[in-house]
């Protein structure tokens, strides 16, 4: 498929900063199509590991029903929103990434995520890692979001102020 071009396209981040923010967030909004094709958006926790995007999930619920109707999605990661009320304007920087999104189910590779995401929330902690991961293994699901396309903006304010 070929994404839609960015209409402020100035303002448009390389490839490298929205890696760059993937790494370094933490949380972002997971949207499928839900229930009677309305959208539905999640907030999760995540792990960039790979080039592919990790999360945890329950074993059942609206996000498991969407995901075993329709794989594709997107995930949205809002790194900076700063309001200058003066200004009448936020000072942003964000990033959609589309893809489709799959419940693992080899389990070498549901456990080497799981380990990705532990290491990413809890880092150094292998004992208690492997506590939760003998507790619950069973008992969840890892996302995998396969990226077909990122797309990032910052608002033209920061734009200028990295010039200087």
């Known amino acids: 498929m070929n994404f839609r071009a960015m209409r ?3 303002q448009q981040l390389t490839h490298e900063e ?3 923010i993937l790494d ?5 909004v997971l949207s499928l199509i839900g229930d009677g094709g309305y959208p539905y ?3 999760m926790s995540y792990v960039y590991h790979d080039g592919k995007i990790f999360f945890h999930s329950a074993t059942t ?3 498991i029903d969407a995901i075993g109707t329709e794989e594709k999605c997107s995930f949205t ?3 900076q929103d700063d309001i200058h009320n003066e ?3 936020t000072y942003f920087r ?16 549901k456990l080497a995520a799981l380990r990705s995401l532990g290491e990413r929330y809890n880092p150094n902690d292998n004992a208690g890692l492997q506590r939760e991961i003998d507790k619950g293994f069973s008992h969840l699901h890892i996302l995998r979001l396969d990226i077909e396309h990122i797309s990032g903006k910052e608002s033209i304010e920061l734009i200028k102020a990295k010039k200087q």
Request: glycine share 10%; charged share 25%; proline share 3%.
């Open 94 to 109: 964000s990033v959609i990434v589309f893809g489709r999104i799959h419940i693992i189910e080899d389990e070498a590779e």
């Open 24 to 28: 370094k967030s933490t949380s972002g």
């Open 77 to 79: 990661i809002i790194a």
């Open 41 to 43: 958006g999640v907030p």
């Open 18 to 20: 929205c890696q760059n």
């Open 61 to 63: 619920g609206h996000k």
């Open 87 to 89: 200004e009448y304007t």
């Open 8 to 10: 402020r396209n100035r």
